[in-house]
């Protein structure tokens, strides 16, 4: 039997596909029976205008294992975004979980006991796009899924990664700042 999992998080960004189709899930893990499954209840009970909490779906009546709850960063204030974030995004993300489970990064035995809850960060431009490549947008968001939850899931990065790496490791668009004001 595996090893107890009460909570672990992640991140990941994939930025590689068309414009504003790029992915920034976090994600946090652990026994539905432990605080994440009190959190993951929570959130399904406590729905927020704009941000709701919907599961992730395979498609409109086919739930994913580890059940799976994603929340927006984005405050959704129309039905494009809506439609794009509740359709190929949903869909990307229950596939991504799924593809953690068929990689082996989530125990195929631990499918019903754990809860995932995925904070989504979808640019809120993406309604603007002409002819929106729907697969490529399905492609990232799935494969920063896979990629959040393998980073949780093996604790990445480790804290010796970070302590080596702290003063070389510089946040991005702090970075920006910082040459803005050297112009």
Do not use: C
Request: net charge negative; aromatic share 4%; no cysteine.
């Amino acid at each position: 039997m595996s090893e107890r999992i009460v909570m672990r998080t992640g991140e990941a960004l994939i930025a590689d596909g068309p414009p504003l189709t790029a992915a920034e899930p976090e994600v946090v893990i652990g026994e539905l029976d432990g605080p994440v499954g009190i959190a993951f209840a929570n959130l399904m009970g406590d729905q927020v205008k704009g941000h709701s909490r919907v599961l992730a779906l395979m498609n409109t009546d086919v739930q994913v294992r580890p059940a799976t709850i994603m929340v927006s960063k984005v405050t959704v204030k129309n039905t494009a975004y809506t439609n794009i974030l509740m359709g190929t995004v949903q869909g990307a993300i229950a596939n991504g979980v799924l593809d953690a489970v068929r990689k082996g990064i989530i125990p195929k035995e631990k499918a019903n006991d754990l809860g995932i809850i995925v904070s989504v960060w979808l640019n809120p431009g993406i309604t603007t796009v002409e002819n929106l490549d729907h697969e490529a947008l399905f492609d990232v968001h799935r494969r920063a899924t896979t990629r959040a939850i393998e980073k949780a899931m093996n604790h990445e990065p480790s804290i010796d990664y970070l302590l080596e790496n702290q003063d070389k490791l510089v946040h991005k668009y702090y970075q920006k700042e910082l040459d803005a004001k050297k112009s």
